[in-house]
């Protein structure tokens, strides 16, 4: 109960969280982008063992961000952190134009994993500042986006370093993933309004009826309510 | 038991999905379109046009219209993200190609990347509906203005339409989408799809 009236009054006023996986091979730049995003700073990192988690506050959306570590033997624990996630940002490094095939396999096989199927995919072609870094149009054609047909994705030219990208990566997310109340919520938030209604008109009319009651009954409901004080 | 009359069911019942692909240069209003699109069938407010951001990659829509399913798909129109266009020929169903009618300038860059679109084999038969958009603006040029200004020659025996339209107060759209309908179910080329997917079918079994 709790939880739907969470639900309704963020649908109202249009505050939401949302669990956010970044993932990518090693060297990609993910925890570059995790802390650029949260603290918009360049903070020196090391080759992530484990993963990172932090919470990002972006006009209203809270994002759970998770920045899991990309190195080849850690890979298949990402599906630990599959459920329950609205939306992958999946990092390639664009200069790394030897191992755009390996990003290319692990990103098709990520799409696979039936826990993700709803969630909306953004790419981020990262490291745009480096020289012989690929344009958006060549890291699609790399990673073969146009396979994609039954979700929505995006890919962006960002560059952790200098902050380019990133936020519009988030605006697009939140534009390609609005949140309305559902006719469901509607109805059972019509219902609720209508009970509380019903039950304040019930009250009112009872103590009307208890009072006229007292009233009514002459002169031993007086002598009584005397009597009692 | 039960799945062989859900399977019945769904062989007499189900409809067919038509996939439309939403094409047109950057800024012709795609995306305003798809969320217009959304909100009529869907009776969910769309997202308003001032909230959209270029789209680099797919949106896609979901709609339910005069008794078929219709998914479109609504790809980028940046120059450098054309050439994703093609990957979604072949399982498409028709093309919507959006033009910006209060934009004369733009029109050539629209007209050869229309004759692109029409010269490409993976496309054949497919039924056309040419849009004439941002017709809420007072310098938009009407549908036959805009069909003498593209002068298209590669149409043949294509079905066509152009429509004036307004994505953004939805004048015109849905007589536009029925048409759309109307010509999918009519065009051999939807045939050919269905045949085509049930050997895919087959051929995984």
Not at chain 2, 30 to 56: A, C, F, H, M, Q
Not at chain 2, 115 to 141: C, H, M, S, T, W
Request: include cysteine; glycine fraction near 8%.
């Amino acid at each position: 109960m709790g939880i739907l009236f969470t639900r309704m009054l963020s649908s109202i006023f249009g505050n939401r969280e949302a669990r956010i996986l970044v993932l990518g091979l090693d060297n990609a730049g993910k925890t570059t982008i995790l802390y650029r995003l949260q603290m918009g700073e360049v903070v020196s990192t090391i080759p992530t063992i484990g993963f990172n988690v932090e919470t990002v506050q972006y006009n209203n959306i809270k994002l759970q961000v998770w920045d899991l570590g990309g190195q080849t033997s850690i890979r298949p624990y990402w599906r630990c952190y599959f459920p329950n996630t609205q939306a992958i940002i999946y990092v390639v490094d664009s200069s790394d134009t030897d191992r755009l095939v390996i990003a290319k396999e692990e990103f098709h096989a990520i799409l696979e994993e039936d826990e993700l199927k709803g969630s909306v995919v953004l790419v981020y072609a990262n490291k745009q500042d480096l020289p012989g870094a690929l344009d958006d149009a060549a890291i699609t054609e790399a990673l073969e986006l146009h396979k994609i047909k039954n979700r929505q994705w995006a890919i962006f030219k960002t560059s952790a370093i200098k902050g380019e990208g990133l936020f519009e990566g988030l605006d697009w997310y939140r534009t390609a993933t609005p949140i309305y109340p559902s006719s469901c919520e509607k109805a059972l938030m019509a219902m609720i309004l209508i009970g509380a209604y019903l039950t304040l008109g019930f009250l009112a009319l009872a103590v009307r009826l208890h009072v006229v009651f007292i009233a009514g009954s002459g002169d031993r409901g007086v002598r009584e309510v005397s009597y009692f004080i | 038991m039960f799945s062989l009359f859900y399977g019945l069911w769904k062989y007499m019942f189900s409809k067919i999905e038509f996939h439309v692909l939403i094409l047109g240069v950057h800024k012709a209003g795609k995306t305003s379109l798809l969320e217009k699109l959304k909100s009529i069938y869907l009776n969910s407010e769309g997202l308003p046009p001032d909230r959209i951001v270029p789209t680099v990659g797919l949106n896609i829509g979901r709609v339910e219209a005069s008794n078929a399913k219709l998914v479109f798909w609504d790809l980028g129109g940046q120059i450098g993200l054309r050439t994703i266009w093609e990957k979604y020929y072949e399982e498409a169903h028709a093309i919507v190609f959006v033009i910006d009618a209060s934009c004369p300038s733009s029109f050539e860059d629209s007209k050869s990347a229309l004759e692109k679109v029409l010269r490409n084999d993976d496309l054949r038969g497919a039924p056309l509906l040419i849009l004439a958009n941002k017709q809420d603006l007072p310098e938009a040029v009407s549908s036959e203005e805009l069909a003498r200004y593209l002068d298209l020659k590669e149409l043949g025996e294509r079905l066509y339409l152009f429509e004036a339209v307004s994505a953004y107060d939805g004048m015109g759209i849905k007589y536009a989408i029925e048409w759309l309908v109307d010509a999918m179910e009519r065009s051999k080329r939807t045939e050919m799809l269905r045949i085509r997917a049930r050997a895919g079918e087959a051929g995984n079994i």
